[in-house]
């Protein structure tokens, strides 16, 4: 195995859970999440040589990722599951902890996408304002109000659900 390969090699085993978390919530289909981030590392492979600074590979695999995504809509409507069926915190809770997680999953889930995306991009890939706001081509203080306004409606839902822990 050469030094590129052993470069991307461990770039994808750095990202992959966050790439896959990511790719979920764009589609709530395993199956379709799965192909989504192997569609991603097979056209970053092909322009690997040309990342020059792998620090903003993360970003970068995020664009690729969300564009193959928008491809899908091109083709085809991906099936949609139910909320309930899905597992995206933390795995070995309690019964307690993974019955907030559902509240909390539903609760983001009903937020508008032009909220929820920023704030998923920030929760679960880690990036901060001025990075999501490269990502969806947006200016950064549109990014932060749209952050601001996603926790204000989060707080909201979460604190007219049955359970008041997250208020």
């Known amino acids: 195995m050469n030094n590129q390969e052993q470069r991307f090699e461990a770039l994808v085993r750095a ?5 896959y978390r990511y790719a979920y919530w764009l589609c709530h289909n395993r199956s379709v999440a799965e192909d989504l981030v192997q569609e991603t590392y097979m056209r970053a492979w092909r322009s690997f040589a040309h ?3 792998e620090k903003s590979a993360k970003a970068w695999l995020i664009t690729i990722l969300r564009r193959e995504h928008a491809r899908l809509y ?3 409507r991906p099936e949609m599951v139910n909320i309930e069926d899905t597992h995206l915190f933390a795995e070995g809770a309690t019964p307690e902890q993974q019955a907030e997680q559902r509240i909390l999953q539903k609760a983001i889930a009903q937020l508008d ?3 929820r995306e920023p704030l998923l991009l920030q929760l679960i890939g880690g990036f901060t304002a001025n990075e999501i ?3 969806l081509e947006l200016n950064q203080n549109t990014v ?3 952050l ?3 926790r204000n409606k989060l707080k909201q839902l979460l ?5 008041k822990k997250y208020g």
Do not use: G
């Open 144 to 146: 932060l109000t749209r």
């Open 15 to 19: 990202l992959s859970a966050d790439l």
């Open 51 to 53: 990342l020059q600074n």
């Open 148 to 150: 601001y306004r996603a």
């Open 159 to 163: 604190a007219s659900s049955p359970s």
């Open 133 to 135: 706001a490269e990502l």
């Open 113 to 115: 996408l032009e909220f």
């Open 74 to 76: 091109e083709k085809y």
